[in-house]
């Protein structure tokens, strides 16, 4: 990983979980009619960190699950790769509920089209709102988070890389120059 800068260290990502759980509270007027759905892999552990923070705050913890949108991705028929194929597992009836969809980057826009599919596989919510740990620009699609953490505008030669502890042994947000993509 080519580090062009540490954009948010281990404090500033808890102030940052926070944040948005009083955001995602305040907006839906309370916690008693949301789900929490996080989109694998880090948007689980995220998802899973604003469920408990929600839970200190509202003193209620909304269902939480996670979403796997590997097949319903536009692009997974074009990869060279035998796409990885994780499980969903949301086990609560999403009708008539407030969906908070969470990742960890918003970049094009793809995954997070995909996972509005899948979502609507499972049912009708009354709506599906979207909360990302950080924007990076370069949309593709029409797609805005409802609740962001930091908004990081880049270039198309970088990238944001998430680190979590669940997965990376320690909590941080990096700017990183891309790789090279060339075969």
């Not at 923070?53 to 536009?74: A, H, Q, S």
């Not at 919510?125 to 924007?135: A, F, G, M, S």
Request: net charge negative; with cysteine; charged share 35%.
């Amino acid at each position: 990983m080519d580090i062009k800068a540490k954009i948010v260290d281990e404090e500033g990502l808890r102030r940052t979980i926070t944040r948005l759980a009083h955001e995602i509270i305040e907006k839906n007027k309370g916690s008693k009619n949301i789900v929490l759905i996080g989109m694998r892999t880090r948007g689980e552990f995220i998802a899973e960190r604003i469920k408990n923070k929600i839970k200190e705050i509202d003193n209620y913890e909304p269902p939480f699950g996670v979403l796997d949108v590997t097949l319903y991705r536009d692009d997974f028929r074009t990869r060279l790769k035998q796409p990885e194929v994780s499980v969903t597992n949301i086990t609560f009836d999403i009708n008539e509920k407030d969906v908070i969809l969470i990742d960890d980057v918003l970049y094009t826009g793809r995954t997070a089209r995909a996972a509005l599919d899948a979502i609507m596989d499972l049912g009708r919510p009354n709506t599906i709102q979207l909360c990302v740990l950080v924007d990076r620009g370069h949309r593709e699609m029409p797609i805005k988070a409802d609740f962001v953490g930091k908004n990081i505008p880049t270039s198309i030669n970088e990238e944001i890389k998430v680190k979590l502890k669940e997965i990376d042994g320690e909590d941080s947000i990096y700017l990183v120059n891309a790789p090279n993509n060339k075969e």
